[in-house]
């Protein structure tokens, strides 16, 4: 993983990741021609655009814990925009940060480089 900016970390196969303060981890897109799934991305490294919405879901505290009743607590959900270097997390997101637009943090050492 190097540096793309202070914001963005490029991965071999044409990945790019940002740090996601909601899920205070990284998420991962893959852009450019190569397999799988692709996101459409501007080019800009310190105010990246990614289309479509990057849709992350994960095992969170909860998830596959029997809620009662035979009720399983689902995976948690990160869903967002990510559009001229900010994140608009969208309403089925399961963090704390559904709702709030904010800036794509600095990398500062998360992760490792």
């Not at 490294?45 to 596959?64: E, I, K, M, Q, W």
């Not at 029997?66 to 399961?94: K, N, W, Y």
Request: aromatic share 8%; hydrophobic share 35%.
């Amino acid at each position: 993983m190097s540096a793309a900016s202070s914001i963005l970390r490029t991965v071999q196969g044409g990945g790019l990741m940002f740090w996601c303060p909601g899920c205070d981890g990284a998420h991962l897109v893959q852009v450019g021609d190569g397999p799988g799934q692709r996101w459409g991305y501007n080019g800009d490294p310190v105010r990246p655009t990614f289309t479509p919405s990057v849709l992350v879901t994960y095992n969170g505290p909860d998830a596959g814990q029997d809620q009662g009743g035979g009720h399983f607590a689902p995976p948690a959900v990160c869903h967002s925009f990510v559009t001229d270097g900010r994140i608009q997390f969208l309403a089925d997101c399961t963090h704390a940060m559904v709702g709030q637009t904010v800036d794509i943090p600095d990398w500062n050492g998360k992760g490792s480089e």
